[in-house]
């Protein structure tokens, strides 16, 4: 087959590269001549060879099978020959009518816009890597992609048909997998529209374009565009990306060594279903084994020991670990987090895959090469609005001048929708994502935060479509549960002062008791809690022991609790995702419909013809929503939580009504805080926030002044800012009031004590209820026994201001700065806290 019409002539049967070759011949690179062949008796007219006129000797008969087979194989050639030269017609045809640019061209880009379809989040395959010139690229670093990937590179026209012939013969004997591919040819796939499917005719279509790539092109501007679009993993697309993220250092300044560990990596750069990369962090030996493959062809090549050449390295280079483990998509900007969830939920849709599907593009690549045009759910304004706010080293954030260590991670979901309208995870799509779920180096999953008393939102609907009225009594002291090393706490406050033995639920939620919650869980049972968690929009939660992560989606409740997850679970020990977090928080402010949280609302591509833009068939954003929580459940947890925001120093502008909580968990059992939320929501928007470290070397979290950072601090702030910026404008939500569904003696709780008899001559009365006044007074009732007792009069700021009401589990207003769940060092066996 011809590489190219121009140079040398093609006949009929014949097949020819930069030469000429005659029928029942094949040259490539010159002439080379096939004898002929007759098909004639090659044993004269009384030979072996005639069927049928033998002498009957076995010998003779057994040579004559032996020929017709030969004849067969002979004929077959002829056959395939012929076809061959058919084939040449329509090759020659075809190239002749396939036109370049006169400009090798780069992949088309992918534009990921916000909501409004106008302000950029990214533009994938243009702004994420840094271009460089051919001679900013060492010989011997395209020597070692060339040993890598291609090693006849310099010696083919664009097609290699030897390696095509090898690669074919090995996978037909049983060999390993191979295949022939050059650096031309994926070059062409990545940069034609027309050459991304996976059929034979696409590999035509691509031999002919890498053709006549080779024709046009030098191989010097070849191989430059080609180390300026491939992927090197870690988020590093093009040569320079991958210099700087493997070795800090520019590709002008790579040695031999670390040249060929680049190299090494395009084959497989992330993992996959089949292959776990070559990424020396994540899978060393097989990444020094595919280093020393480069080398040697290097050697065998000629490129390095050799008059002028460079020595061939001996050591392996030492490679910097990834910074984080995360996503590694490499958007490196605040907003890089959403191309992960893009990136996500195309695969979801079937037009990439992520685990090695056949057929299928890498997500990576269909992102960075397909030419779309997405539209995310994000809204521009509230998003630069949270990055204003909670972006650590910004001027004016919330944590601005702060620690270096604190990290924040806030994420908004539209609770009608579950449309995802801002989100912070950090600074960079490439890094680690601080609101959702990461693949460490060892191929975890990880990422989740203890969220805490936060989490109590959770139990607390659960307890109550369990039939627990929120108005039921619990015993609020301190006690050791059998099989625990440690008693179970209230963050260091003294119930004593409050309600003792006989504290409601409400009152418990909102004054953040952790003792209370424990009984709930052992009441009902923790697996209602997990299961109430799942309804909501929590699909992964963390054991704390061991960590290890299970999907809730996909496990059974009562198959987890409490084998994985015991009564703790009430206050919030085993962490979650931000972005988990506000999916339920989302649901419960839509009065138990779930949405799931998602990041897309449409993805289009353009037609080739009018050059409109089209909706990719299964594509988009697909609203169901599911009663997963009876609304008289989730409107008396938003009665309860309605009161929390004001006593936290976090009431939203104007009055807005708004429902929220507060979580803190201490550090391995110390005194110290490690993670802070603050939770919340509207009926137009719910909000989760987490104040953490990035430091693992530093995990507690202090503000500048030494003091333990809370829930009602930092988070409350974030929280209460963002939500104001958020809601400007829009519709004000009247949240419900309790209503005290449910049974009131559910808790282990013992009945309020009598109030003191009034002094002579008072009356305990209030001085409008009449009724009272006239039967001598009103010796219980709501006055003393209802909310009054139990919530804001006798709780929050007229009982002793906020250092003894409102949602008091965290931060300074506890007076030591402790945690929520009670946290004393760690008992043995179950693990209570972390």
């Not at 279509?205 to 030098?218: H, T």
């Not at 109590?456 to 099989?483: C, H, M, Q």
Request: aromatic share 6%; charged share 20%.
């Amino acid at each position: 087959m011809p590489v190219s019409p121009a140079p040398g002539r093609a006949s009929v049967g014949s097949a020819a590269v930069g030469g000429r070759a005659s029928v029942g011949s094949a040259s490539v690179g010159g002439r080379a001549g096939v004898a002929s062949i007759s098909a004639g008796d090659p044993g004269g007219p009384d030979g072996p060879g005639r069927g049928g006129r033998g002498t009957g000797n076995p010998d003779a008969v057994a040579r004559s099978k032996k020929r017709r087979r030969l004849n067969m194989l002979i004929a077959s050639f002829a056959v395939f020959i012929m076809l061959a030269g058919i084939g040449v017609i329509g090759f020659t045809y075809y190239s002749t009518n396939v036109v370049l640019p006169n400009q090798i061209p780069l992949p088309l880009s992918t534009t990921v816009y916000t909501s409004n379809g106008k302000n950029i989040v990214a533009k994938l395959g243009n702004e994420n890597r840094t271009f460089v010139t051919i001679d900013q690229i060492p010989p011997h670093v395209r020597d070692a992609v060339a040993a890598a990937e291609d090693r006849n590179f310099y010696r083919h026209s664009g097609v290699d048909y030897k390696g095509i012939a090898r690669a074919a013969w090995n996978n037909l004997t049983g060999g390993d997998k191979q295949g022939a591919s050059t650096i031309t040819q994926q070059y062409a796939r990545n940069a034609y529209e027309s050459l991304k499917d996976d059929t034979y005719a696409r590999k035509v279509q691509e031999a002919i374009v890498a053709s006549k790539l080779n024709d046009q092109f030098s191989k010097e501007e070849i191989m430059e565009n080609y180390l300026n679009v491939i992927y090197f993993g870690r988020g590093a697309y093009g040569i320079e990306a991958a210099a700087q993220t493997y070795f800090r250092k520019p590709a002008s300044k790579l040695t031999v060594a670390e040249g060929a560990v680049l190299a090494a990596l395009i084959k497989q750069p992330e993992p996959s279903a089949t292959h776990n990369s070559y990424d020396p962090a994540i899978n060393p030996s097989e990444a020094k084994s595919r280093w020393s493959y480069v080398i040697d062809g290097m050697k065998k090549e000629g490129w390095v020991d050799a008059a002028g050449k460079p020595p061939a390295p001996t050591e392996y280079p030492k490679v910097l670990p990834p910074l984080k483990s995360g996503n590694g998509f490499g958007v490196k900007s605040p907003r890089g987090n959403v191309i992960n969830y893009v990136r996500q939920e195309m695969e979801q849709w079937g037009l990439c895959s992520d685990s090695g599907a056949p057929g299928k593009r890498s997500c990576a690549d269909e992102l960075r090469v397909g030419g779309y045009k997405i539209t995310t759910t994000i809204d521009n304004k509230m998003q630069s609005d949270l990055e204003k706010a909670a972006r650590p080293d910004l001027k004016g954030s919330v944590l601005y001048g702060q620690p270096k260590n604190l990290m924040a991670a806030v994420v908004a979901v539209h609770p009608k929708t579950g449309r995802v309208l801002a989100y912070y995870g950090g600074d960079s799509g490439a890094d680690f994502d601080y609101a959702g779920k990461n693949i460490d180096q060892n191929g975890e999953l990880v990422g989740g935060h203890p969220p805490g008393s936060s989490f109590k939102v959770y139990t607390l609907a659960a307890a109550i479509e369990a039939g627990i009225s929120v108005n039921s009594r619990w015993d609020a002291t301190p006690f050791k549960p059998e099989g625990y090393d440690s008693p179970i706490q209230n963050a260091g406050r003294d119930v004593r002062r409050t309600c003792n033995k006989s504290c409601t639920l409400d009152e418990s939620t909102v004054r953040s008791y952790n003792v209370p919650f424990f009984h709930v869980a052992e009441k009902i049972g923790p697996a209602k809690v997990v299961s109430m968690a799942r309804q909501a929009g929590i699909s992964t939660m963390w054991t704390v022991e061991k960590p290890k992560p299970y999907d809730l989606v996909k496990e059974k409740p009562e198959d987890l609790a409490p084998s994985k997850f015991d009564n703790p679970v009430s206050y919030g020990q085993y962490p979650i995702t931000v972005l988990d977090h506000a999916n339920g928080l989302a649901t419960l402010a839509n009065h138990g419909v779930y949405n799931k949280a998602h990041f897309v609302l449409k993805v289009e591509r353009q037609d080739k013809a009018t050059g409109t833009w089209k909706i990719v068939a299964g594509t988009g954003e697909k609203l169901k929503g599911q009663q997963r929580i009876r609304k008289e459940v989730a409107d008396e947890v938003t009665a309860v939580l309605k009161k929390i925001p004001g006593n936290n120093d976090a009431s939203l502008g104007d009055g807005r009504d708004a429902a929220g909580k507060t979580g803190t968990w201490e550090h391995n059992g110390t005194p110290r805080n490690a993670h802070a939320w603050m939770v919340g929501y509207d009926e137009n928007l719910a909000t989760a926030v987490w104040i953490g470290s990035r430091d693992q070397k530093k995990p507690v979290i202090l503000d500048k002044s030494g003091k333990d950072i809370g829930g009602s601090s930092f988070p409350a702030k974030l929280w209460k800012r963002f939500m104001d910026d958020a809601l400007a404008g829009k519709p004000r939500s009247d949240l419900p009031n309790i209503t005290g569904i449910g049974d009131e003696q559910a808790g282990n709780g013992e009945a309020p004590p009598p109030p003191p008899p009034p002094p002579p001559g008072q009356s305990n009365c209030d001085p409008a209820d009449l009724l009272c006044q006239l039967t001598g007074g009103n010796n219980g009732g709501q006055n003393n026994g209802g909310q009054n007792n139990g919530g804001q009069n006798n709780g929050g700021q007229n009982n002793g201001g906020q250092n003894n009401g409102g949602d008091n589990d965290d931060g300074e207003n506890d007076g030591r700065g402790g945690g929520t769940g009670g946290l004393l060092p760690p008992p043995t066996t179950p693990r209570v806290r972390e």
